[in-house]
């Protein structure tokens, strides 16, 4: 069994002053998953976030994959990734995807009763996630008009399904 200090990464230690530590660490839980369970469904209220530490997960929207994230261990280099934080900045919002395990994970969960404390104690991580979640409105926004504009063009609702 891990300590709680054991279970922050290096990466999220590094944004965290000394004397928070043992505190965010609380914030935490450590969860090791099987492949293929489900973390969140689409449509569901958000009650928590992920980091994903070690593993793979996939990503669907409508039902279609979309997209795979995977950590391959220790010794990466860049932020991990955080999943299902976008529901939480907006509180009370519903889960914008679905995300399955593709492999075994190892995961960080943070219960929406945690979060604020979370931000607080971690500013960087909060700029962070707001960051992200910007992007992913943003990406969003040109997605859908661009959808729109393939319906406007064809006139057709089925112009905007994706293939394959």
Do not use: W
């Amino acid at each position: 069994m891990l300590s709680p200090l054991g279970i922050v990464p290096p990466l999220l230690r590094a944004q965290v002053a000394s004397e928070n530590l043992a505190r965010v660490a609380q914030l935490f839980e450590f969860k090791e998953v099987n492949p293929e369970a489900t973390l969140m469904t689409q449509g569901e209220l958000g009650t928590s976030f992920f980091v994903l530490l070690a593993g793979s997960i996939g990503i669907y929207k409508d039902r279609l994959h979309v997209k795979t994230v995977d950590v391959s261990g220790e010794g990466s280099k860049e932020l991990l990734p955080v999943i299902g934080e976008s529901a939480l900045i907006k509180y009370n919002a519903t889960r914008d995807a679905t995300v399955m395990t593709e492999s075994a994970c190892q995961l960080l969960v943070c219960r929406s009763g945690s979060f604020k404390e979370l931000l607080r104690l971690m500013p960087r991580l909060k700029q962070q996630l707001m960051e992200a979640h910007l992007a992913k409105k943003r990406q969003s926004e040109i997605m859908r008009d661009i959808k729109k504009n393939e319906m406007q063009k064809t006139g057709s609702p089925q112009a905007s399904r994706p293939r394959g």
